[in-house]
């Protein structure tokens, strides 16, 4: 698009511009300008506040910022009759870098743990297309092929081939499948469509738009294409006549890898025959848009886009017992094997739903049994009810091991090898079927909890929390180590999810998957069943979220919407704030910013790069210049400084169209030059210069008054310390042409009767206001911007950070970044209008020099309060702030 309006741009900038004309492209330069700027400040925020955001926010970020650096360049390239039609094609080449950044890694084998998110070029990273097949037998696959059907399915072909380790046969559908269904019918643009800006806070709305994906795929009807390739891989492998029901799991890329489990977020279809097949691999497919993963994704900084699906078909496996291993205790840092074991399917227990048995096996002592807890196997589901929760009766312990000796062993040797080959502690999913023959059906990198060390905490810190504060729970076990404090919030029916408060804690009777779509607005979670082992517990490990499970009484004793604190670690819930615990979850936090180590924030940190940084800071060095513009900053800078000059250059001694350029005599030492856009100025003026009787516009009227309000010092010494003296002078002598520039020394006012345009240049700092006072109160404007200073960068801040509370508390909208401030006030009457611009008159010279003269933080308390009590001076309270 932007190459078709080049060449508009070219034939229509080659025309003479009337003065309006060119005054009105001037205008739309500085108005997106200002967006620029305040796109620039939000995407500074982004990256620096440590909140978590979504690919669709980031992404709407940067399409104003780059819809208006294209502004920019357009208006300059017109204004300047074409001279600067270079700004585009610099603007398309960072544009093109960026967009390089952000194209999705799919075939990258280096995947998420590249350390180059802001290459340019990257011959890694492939395409999906025709080289890929569509299905592996399990038995021919490894790790090599992770990026084509995923880890969760790699990980098996792996310990199978190169471990000997039993698996169950099957085939894996590739992600080339995925693809297919992805482009056909456009269902990616579509699905993105859907996901676009949605609230993450909004529970009831990120269930609405997994919704709408999961029924575009379900109503889009299926390729026969597609079902001949699922068809043809499940023949070829068990054949036609056999009718072998097998069970249909997710494999996605990056599930199951080094930090993102993605554990019991995907659906997995058990007992499918072959007649059922092409449904349930649609099931698993469209589970990706559930919104447990969809929020998973988000909280974890993960693009769908970088994640295509793969399916596994495995035969099923006749379950007598299945369960879970972890090859060492991940909360408590010990050196031991906990197997967990439940009757048939190992689902119940990996979801939550009951307390399986537990095995301790000691890893140093050839994995002797050293603890054994029977857990709750004998339990009893009923169908859902109508609030979405199955009743379970958990009461009733078997004492009966349901593992042997040897099946123990067994197992320990399977998860050594494992271990060993893969070099990390693994969490390992097994099933035992009515032969006693064990087979692993699942093995990734287990997640631990924080290291224990970071838990600033001790025991005799404890025990004096413990007298202080009222003990409401002190049993279960911890699933997940931390603190948290908020509001209890009883979860007794799926319905609970929808109203769930931010920063609440979770209390229901059992850690369910479904859960993970609050966990990034839960503090914490504490239930009276679950398994350490299952998925919630997982998830909440990866995510530093503290999980209790196992109280048995839990929801008995605790109340909804009793403030408690939780301490995971110790196992205990504190009645009301512990703030002894609340400072070290808060330093804790501080400490390890899981979003800023994500994906998807170093893909716009990479960006950042093209951002922000500013090259053309001398507008006199030949480098100033299109060919030199390496960021968009260094765009917004270069067509700001330029157009200015190309604006006003002429404007000395030339007439434009009926009007005059007239320099201003008045009192205050401005170089002012007024340029009247109509009705600004009397009628009746001879020669260059003009008085102030002589104006008639309003707002310029009101701003003069301000500028001399009695007792302002535009003139006159200032108290500077050695530093602020050097740095004027390093100032000067880094930019010897400052006398020479055609702006630098003047300032300009563009006015109409109720209209200004003020550029205001007085030694390094630059303002501009812009405002228009009409009888029509949701027309009136204030924008009043400033930047820079002669100072160095801390005391430009302080300036800028005094500028800013002077304005917040006369009702300004104000974005304050470094030593930039950008305010607006909208929809105010006209005599409001008029009070503010003498206010901002009265402040544009007080504010003079000051930034080289504020050499503490205290200096911006004096400097603000002076003003607001109606001091013109309120530099001269720094003289007693320095006697001290």
């Known amino acids: 698009m932007w190459k078709f309006l080049k060449i508009l741009f070219t034939s229509r900038s080659k025309s003479k511009l009337t003065f309006k004309k060119k005054f009105q492209h001037f205008q739309g330069l500085l108005a997106s300008n200002d967006e620029a700027h305040k796109y620039m400040s939000e995407m500074a925020e982004m990256l620096t506040s440590g909140k978590i955001f979504s690919k669709a926010f980031a992404n709407n970020i940067y399409g104003n910022l780059l819809d208006s650096a294209y502004d920019i360049a357009r208006h300059l390239v017109i204004l300047s009759s074409g001279k600067y039609q270079q700004i585009i094609n610099r603007t398309e080449e960072i544009e093109e870098k960026c967009q390089q950044i952000l194209s999705p890694r799919i075939l990258c084998p280096e995947g998420w743990d590249c350390p180059d998110y802001n290459c340019q070029v990257c011959n890694k990273v492939k395409k999906i297309d025709e080289n890929i097949p569509y299905y592996y037998p399990i038995k021919d696959v490894d790790d090599v092929l992770s990026l084509e059907i995923g880890t969760k399915m790699s990980h098996l072909g792996e310990i199978s081939r190169k471990l000997n380790i039993p698996v169950a046969e099957g085939f894996c559908l590739t992600v080339r499948l995925f693809e297919d269904i992805m482009i056909d019918r456009d269902l990616r643009k579509r699905k993105d469509e859907i996901f676009y800006n949605i609230d993450f806070d909004d529970i009831m709305q990120v269930k609405k738009a997994c919704e709408e994906a999961q029924e575009l795929f379900i109503s889009t009807p299926i390729h026969e294409h597609i079902k001949g390739i699922i068809l043809d891989a499940y023949d070829k492998y068990f054949g036609i006549k056999n009718n072998v029901l097998v069970s249909v799991r997710s494999s996605a890329i990056g599930e199951d890898s080094a930090n993102y489990s993605f554990a019991g977020l995907h659906f997995s279809a058990l007992n499918v025959s072959r007649e059922n097949l092409v449904d349930a691999v649609y099931e698993v497919l469209i589970s990706k848009y559930s919104p447990q993963s969809v929020v998973y994704r988000y909280i974890s900084g993960l693009r769908d886009e970088d994640m295509p699906m793969s399916v596994g078909c495995l035969k099923m496996v006749n379950a007598k017992a299945a369960g879970v291993i972890f090859t060492t205790d991940p909360v408590h840092k010990k050196d031991v094997l906990i197997i967990n074991a439940v009757k048939g399917l190992g689902t119940v227990a990996v979801s939550g739903r009951v307390s399986p048995q537990e095995f301790l096996l000691d890893k140093k002592n050839k994995y002797k049994l050293i603890g054994f807890s029977p857990g709750v196997q004998d339990y009893m589901e009923t169908p859902k009810s109508t609030d979405g929760i199955e009743k379970i009766k958990f009461d009733v ?21 494992i271990e060993e080959h893969y070099g990390c502690p693994q969490d390992i999913e097994w099933v035992i079927d009515d032969n006693d023959k064990i087979f692993i059906l699942q093995t990734r990198q287990l997640q631990s909890t924080r290291k224990k060390e970071d838990i600033l905490i001790n025991k005799e810190i404890i025990n004096i929390i413990d007298k202080n504060y009222k003990i409401l729970l002190n049993h279960g076990d911890c699933a997940s180590t931390g603190i948290a404090s908020g509001k209890v919030y009883m979860v007794n029916s799926i319905k609970d999810i929808n109203d769930f408060p931010k920063g609440g804690i979770v209390v229901s009777k059992k850690n369910l998957p479904e859960f993970t779509s609050l966990i990034h607005k839960a503090s914490g979670f504490i239930t009276d069943v679950g398994s350490t082992t299952g998925h919630l517990s997982i998830i909440a490990r990866e995510q530093n979220i503290p999980v209790i499970t196992n109280t048995i009484s839990g929801t008995e004793i605790l109340k909804n919407g009793m403030y408690v604190t939780l301490f995971a670690d110790a196992n205990k819930v504190y009645d009301g704030r512990v703030d002894e615990l609340i400072e070290v979850s808060d330093k804790m936090m501080e400490k390890d910013n899981l979003f800023m180590k994500s994906p998807l924030y170093r893909l716009w940190h990479g960006v950042s790069k093209f951002v922000f940084k500013l090259n053309l800071t001398n507008p006199n060095s030949e480098k100033f210049s299109p060919e030199h513009c390496m960021t968009y900053h260094d765009v917004i800078r270069f067509a700001h400084e330029v157009s200015m000059k190309e604006m006003f250059a002429f404007y000395e001694t030339a007439r434009v169209d ?92 563009l006015i109409s009767d109720n209209y200004l345009n003020f550029f205001s240049r007085l030694g390094y700092h630059f303002s501009r206001l812009d405002a228009l006072a009409s009888n029509e109160v949701n027309n009136n404007y204030i924008n009043f911007h400033f930047r820079g200073g002669a100072a160095d960068q801390v005391r430009k801040e302080r300036r800028a950070k005094a500028i800013t509370q002077i304005l917040e508390s006369l009702h300004f909208n104000v974005i304050h970044r470094g030593d930039t401030v950008i305010s607006q006030i909208r929809k105010i009457h006209e005599d409001d209008i008029h009070r503010l611009l003498q206010e901002i008159g009265k402040l544009m010279g007080a504010v003079r020099n000051t930034d080289v003269t504020m050499l503490t933080d205290e200096h911006v308390d004096v400097f603000v309060q002076g003003f607001l009590e109606g001091d013109p001076a309120p530099v001269k309270r720094f003289y007693n702030l320095e006697k001290k």
């Open 658 to 749: 009926s009007g005059k350029t007239y320099k201003l005599k008045f009192e205050v030492p401005l170089n002012i030059y007024v340029i009247d856009l109509g009705c600004g100025i009397k009628n009746d003026i001879t020669g260059n210069t003009m008085n102030v009787d002589e104006i008639i516009s309003t707002p310029f009227l009101s701003l003069i008054k301000g500028m001399t309000t009695p007792g302002i010092e535009w003139g006159g010494p200032l108290s500077i310390d050695a530093k602020g003296f050097l740095n004027i002078m390093m100032t000067n002598l880094s930019d010897p042409h400052k006398a020479e520039r055609d702006i630098g020394s003047r300032s300009y006012a």
């Open 397 to 417: 312990k078997s004492s009966i091991p349901m593992l042997n000796e040897n099946q123990l062993l067994k197992l320990a040797e399977y998860s050594k090898k």
